[in-house]
């Protein structure tokens, strides 16, 4: 590319080649016809063609603005062609009006007109611009020049205007032909660079495939052998799977016995710490008792004094006997030594159990209100039943409302498909909220007027664990409470 093209040439990224080519043959077009421009009007002095050299002028100006304008990107390069091709055409136009129309030797250039067409734009702009000559021609056949160009301006045809009309069509045609064999020259060579390339590459293309085909046979063999080892792994993993599914199973039902026997030896540990305490306790007060009455029946001479004292230690020792027994109690439900189950009588039971509480309801004017018309019997062991409910209404008696008489509901009846056994006071009643958590532990009392051991309701509880059953408690303070015992069916 020559230094005046490179100056004309914008600077426009991404382009093409084709682009690239057009933009070259756009460039150098013009300033060829530039350059026929300035020596067609040095010939004009000779030749006399005044309107060619006042046309010259005004064409190379035209040519000159329409490369600046391409330069500066003020115009597109279609744009550009079109108007490069628009003052070809209107220079051939105004030359052969102003040298005979018709009959004027430069009108064979409107010729050249579709040619720049195609070279510079595409197939329909040269139809377009190829139409618009054939109109020229027809139009040219009706106009006379001299009705509206003066005079002076117009030429006769003479041999000096005819020689180089045909020199400047030559001179073009040759130019032509010379930038298109130049463009085909490179384009060519290019041509065969690239097939050398691809020649190239495709040789480098047929080593690759032969070491690609080398490494897919050695991929084949490997493949082949990873298979094997593939199908010996999965058949040991298939076996280490069933035994490791086997040693989970056993460790599933190792870490559940483990779990059961760790709860167990912690629960067998807590009630051997409640029992120590309990049996502490509860034993101390009477044997100390004991001690003392001995001691005082050793110095004492007044016979009065000693049966006095002889009835405070029966009392005494008939004290410790029930702390004994309730002890003795607890140990057979740990030991789960239990009497078999049997078909029981709630009201026959509760007239025998009367019995036994007969000098507390009496002293105390204790009302028992008894339904057990919805489960009229219950299939247990007898001595915990008795227990259960003994303790429950000594309970209810001992903790009475000291402003009215004490009322005792005792009711049986099914949920669902348990037993329940309930057991209703209109006593003092607990405060849940504050001692809720201690009800059925050992030693716990929740009035200090009323003496007691804090066991009786640790015995009820312990005892109906021993039965598969469970005991609630609902309580309001100054209104009574209310304990529940529901029992699964035994067989």
């Known amino acids: 590319m020559s230094p005046v093209e490179r100056y004309f040439t914008p600077h426009l990224s991404g382009t093409t080649d084709k682009v690239s080519r057009l933009i070259s043959l756009q460039i150098k077009f013009s300033l060829i016809s530039i350059g026929f421009a300035i020596g067609y009007f040095i010939m004009s002095y000779f030749n006399g063609f005044v309107m060619a050299r006042y046309l010259m002028v005004v064409s190379t100006v035209l040519f000159l603005i329409q490369l600046f304008a391409f330069k500066l990107q003020l115009i597109s390069l279609r744009v550009t062609s079109h108007a490069f091709v628009c003052i070809c055409w209107l220079i051939v136009l105004v030359l052969s009006v102003a040298s005979g ?173 409640q029992f120590a305490f309990m049996s502490s306790h509860n034993l101390r007060a009477p044997i100390s008792r004991i001690l003392g009455l001995g001691n005082l029946l050793e110095i004492t001479t007044n016979e009065v004094d000693t049966v006095k004292i002889k009835q405070g230690l029966i009392t005494s020792a008939r004290e410790l006997d029930r702390v004994v027994k309730d002890l003795n109690t607890i140990l057979e439900i740990r030991k789960n ?92 009643g607990i405060d849940l909220d504050t001692y809720g958590h201690k009800i059925f532990t050992l030693y716990s009392r929740f009035h200090n007027h009323v003496e007691g051991k804090g066991l009786g309701l640790y015995l009820v509880k312990t005892q109906c664990e021993a039965l598969g059953a469970s005991v609630t408690v609902t309580s309001s303070l100054a209104i009574g409470t209310t304990f529940t015992a529901s029992f699964k069916p035994s067989t």
């Open 101 to 273: 129309g018709i009959h004027s030797f430069v009108l064979p250039w409107i010729s050249l007109i579709p040619i720049l067409g195609l070279v510079l734009l595409s197939k329909k702009a040269t139809w377009s611009w190829g139409a618009l000559g054939f109109i020229t021609v027809v139009v040219l056949t009706q106009v006379e020049a001299g009705r509206f160009i003066p005079a002076k301006l117009l030429m006769t045809s003479n041999n000096l205007l005819t020689a180089s009309l045909h020199i400047g069509l030559q001179f073009i045609i040759l130019t032509l032909t010379y930038i298109f064999d130049r463009q085909q020259n490179a384009l060519i060579e290019k041509i065969e660079q690239q097939n050398e390339k691809l020649l190239s590459s495709k040789e480098e293309m047929a080593a690759q495939n032969e070491e690609l085909i080398q490494s897919q046979e050695e991929l084949a063999s490997q493949r082949d052998t990873m298979e094997d080892q593939n199908r010996t792994l999965e058949e040991a993993r298939k076996v280490i799977e069933i035994q490791h599914q086997i040693l989970l199973e056993k460790n599933e039902g190792l870490e559940t016995e483990i779990k059961k026997r760790t709860q167990d030896l912690v629960d067998y540990n807590q009630q051997l710490e």
């Open 337 to 428: 030594t239990i009497s078999s189950v049997q078909e029981i009588n709630l009201v026959e039971e509760l007239n025998l159990i009367k019995l036994n509480l007969e000098k507390d309801i009496s002293e105390t004017d204790t009302r028992l209100l008894v339904d057990f018309s919805a489960a009229p019997t219950i299939r247990t062991v007898r001595p915990y039943l008795d227990s259960i409910i003994i303790n429950l209404i000594s309970n209810a008696i001992k903790y009475r409302h000291p402003d009215r008489k004490p009322v005792v509901e005792i009711k049986s009846g099914l949920r669902g498909n348990l037993f329940f056994l309930e057991v209703k006071d209109n006593g003092v």
